[in-house]
């Protein structure tokens, strides 16, 4: 069985942020009077039980995890774990699919255009 794919794994990363008023805070918690650090604490936990509406974001990258070699089936099966809803497509247009997101070097936006058919 050869190897003809690469598999390339990243994570992506983004910075968040999130802008509350002190006011609305205290509201949250309105039988104690929080000190400027524990109003610190509560934003934390505000946003960790995402009960604030995210202020801005910015992608930072992704970063590369790990690569592996694989076989077209092997691929294949891959493909329809991690995409499984276009589980549906035949076999030629996975394959086709993946052999068109590289061209002349350069990465291309295709699933938007497969998706469409």
Request: include cysteine; aromatic fraction near 8%; hydrophobic fraction near 30%.
């Amino acid at each position: 069985m050869t190897k003809d794919y690469v598999v390339v794994t990243t994570i992506s990363s983004f910075r968040h942020r999130y802008v509350m008023h002190k006011d609305d805070l205290r509201k949250m918690n309105g039988n104690v009077e929080p000190s400027d650090a524990e109003l610190g604490e509560w934003a934390i936990d505000t946003v960790t039980c995402e009960e604030c509406d995210g202020f801005s974001q910015e992608h930072m990258g992704e970063m590369p995890l790990d690569t592996y070699e694989c076989s077209e089936d092997e691929m294949l099966t891959l493909f329809d774990r991690d995409n499984d809803y276009l589980k549906g497509w035949e076999r030629d247009q996975k394959i086709k699919w993946v052999r068109d997101t590289v061209k002349n070097g350069e990465v291309v936006e295709v699933i938007s255009n497969e998706l469409e058919k």
